[in-house]
């Protein structure tokens, strides 16, 4: 069964940055897409971007591009999310995502069956 | 970048009846449309992909339906844990996806 573990809770200052991880355990990495997604505080979900391991290029979505960056470390299976220059506007609970199919059994396209349980960001002074 | 719109914002439904959710995509996404569930304080859940096929252990009271830019969620005979909110995906392109933004199912 796969299963997407989450790095824990950060608390991060305006203007810094944060990297969360996902660690992915009981099936194949590099041939899934990943994705990320986040919620803020009473929001909906709102996707982020994704990666393909074995590609290890990602594609990010519009209002994003430029501060955020998703890679892989296919020694660890893990995936990462990197956000910067943070405001207030980014506290919200962090999402990753993967497809149970092979990017080749479903064509590169971002479902999301499994998913991560989390990663809270609170960006505050 | 694909613009997912649902209906109605909440939908007030007495349990045993059925509820119909709404899907709107600013272009075709064919039939890469997906539905999650998601409870309080949980991850969401996907409830359907294809627009119309059940994931794994979904009961068959969920019900996807549309293609193009028009979709559809019913959810017939309401229980009590089917009470969440219900987000609509559009997965049509490689790595590229987008989100509605909600419909809370509440009890009236």
């Known amino acids: 069964q796969v299963q997407l573990v989450q790095s824990g809770a950060e608390v991060k200052k305006p203007g810094a940055s944060a990297k969360v991880s996902c660690k992915a355990s009981?099936?194949?990495?590099?041939?899934?897409?990943f994705s990320w997604v986040r919620q803020a505080p009473g929001q909906g979900l709102e996707w982020m971007g994704g990666?393909?391991?074995?590609?290890?290029?990602?594609d990010y979505a519009q209002r994003f591009q430029g501060r955020v960056t998703i890679t892989t470390d296919e020694s660890t299976s893990t995936a990462y999310l990197q956000l910067n220059s943070l405001s207030s506007e980014d506290t919200a609970m962090y999402y990753c995502a993967r497809t149970q199919e092979t990017y080749q059994e479903i064509g590169g396209l971002p479902l999301m069956d499994v998913w991560g349980q989390g990663t809270t960001v609170t960006v505050s002074s | 970048e694909i613009v997912m719109t649902q209906s109605p914002a909440t939908l007030s439904v007495s349990p045993g009846e059925s509820a119909i959710l709404s899907c709107r995509a600013s272009?075709?996404?064919?039939?890469?449309l997906a539905w999650y569930q998601q409870k309080p304080g949980q991850t969401p859940r996907l409830l359907i992909y294809?627009?119309?096929t059940r994931a794994t252990g979904i009961p068959a009271r969920f019900i996807g339906g549309g293609s193009g830019t028009e979709f559809t969620l019913t959810i017939s005979s309401l229980q009590s844990e089917d009470f969440a909110v219900y987000y609509c995906?559009?997965?049509?392109?490689?790595?590229?996806?987008?989100f509605g933004q909600g419909t809370k199912v509440e009890i009236k």
């Open positions: 990666i393909i391991p074995v590609f290890g290029t990602a």
């Open positions: 995906q559009q997965y049509n392109k490689w790595l590229r996806g987008s």
């Open positions: 294809g627009a119309s």
């Open positions: 009981g099936g194949t990495f590099t041939n899934h897409v």
């Open positions: 272009q075709s996404v064919y039939s890469n």
